[in-house]
């Protein structure tokens, strides 16, 4: 019995921070709670299950910035992006997962060092590459359920304030979102509903966490941000390249 209370409380805290993270870099809540939920779930199930806590915090996030959305960078980027994630979601039963996951994971490692290092301050997207950063992390998104870390990157290249980054970062989320969680639930729905205490705890823990991060972002000065999403970038490659290696060593 101590051991359920144990990961309830982990989705607690992960879920808290998630939200959090999310909210200052526009990506986490997918990246960090998958891995955690499938120790119980499975990975195919903790995708579709932290879909909804997704959901919540990015809709949430999308409130309280709304005004703040690139709405041009939106439409070149985002419609492409919920392309993806329908097509990845179609599509995630019939790949290992584990495998995808070190592929990204060393994507986001490359793109971490090259932001931390600074060396993407002069690099900028045109629209084609935009297009293609779009679709790519939107197929993630569907695929693993994970997306955020290379949009995030993508948009990086594009000359916005850090609320605008974020603000179009959520709603570009949040078209992903609504195209993949019906594949989900209608796929899933009987796996899903075996787990819902650890939905409710985790929609809440990210919840609390999405707006806590919103007054964090408030203090981050505009010149560090770019530098604070890529060290988060770089962190979240490093933890899913150790859970992928560590998957694959255990098979």
């Given at each position: 019995?101590?051991?359920v209370v144990l990961f309830e409380l982990f989705v607690i805290v992960v879920g808290f921070l998630a939200g959090m993270t999310a909210s200052v870099a526009g990506f986490g809540i997918g990246?960090?709670?998958i891995p955690l939920v499938s120790v119980q779930t499975g990975i195919e199930v903790a995708i579709a299950l932290v879909s909804l806590p997704h959901f919540l915090?990015?809709?949430?996030?999308?409130?309280?910035?709304?005004a703040k959305v690139n709405r041009k960078i939106l439409i070149r980027f985002g419609i492409l992006s919920a392309i993806g994630g329908l097509t990845g979601a179609l599509i995630h039963t019939f790949f290992?997962?584990?495998?995808?996951?070190?592929?990204?994971?060393?994507?986001?490692?490359?793109?971490?060092?090259?932001?931390?290092l600074q060396i993407t301050e002069h690099l900028r997207f045109g629209k084609?590459?935009?297009?293609?950063a779009g679709l790519a992390s939107g197929f993630f998104g569907g695929l693993v359920g994970e997306q955020g870390g290379i949009r995030s990157v993508a948009l990086l290249n594009f000359e916005i304030e850090k609320e605008a980054f974020i603000a179009t970062a959520t709603a570009t989320a949040l078209m992903v979102d609504a195209v993949?969680?019906?594949?989900?639930?209608?796929?899933?729905?009987?796996?899903?509903?075996?787990?819902?205490?650890?939905l409710i705890l985790s929609s809440v823990?990210?919840?609390v966490g999405t707006f806590t991060g919103n007054l964090v972002l408030r203090k981050i000065p505009e010149r560090s941000f770019r530098r604070v999403v890529s060290f988060l970038v770089l962190f979240l490659g490093i933890f899913l390249l150790f859970l992928g290696l560590n998957s694959r060593l255990q098979l």
């Open positions: 019995m101590w051991h990246s960090f709670l915090g990015t809709s949430i996030r999308l409130g309280l910035l709304k290992e997962s584990d495998i995808l996951q070190v592929i990204f994971a060393v994507m986001l490692i490359s793109a971490g060092v090259l932001g931390v084609t590459s935009a297009s293609i993949r969680m019906p594949v989900y639930f209608l796929t899933q729905a009987g796996q899903v509903s075996e787990f819902l205490i650890v823990a990210v919840v």
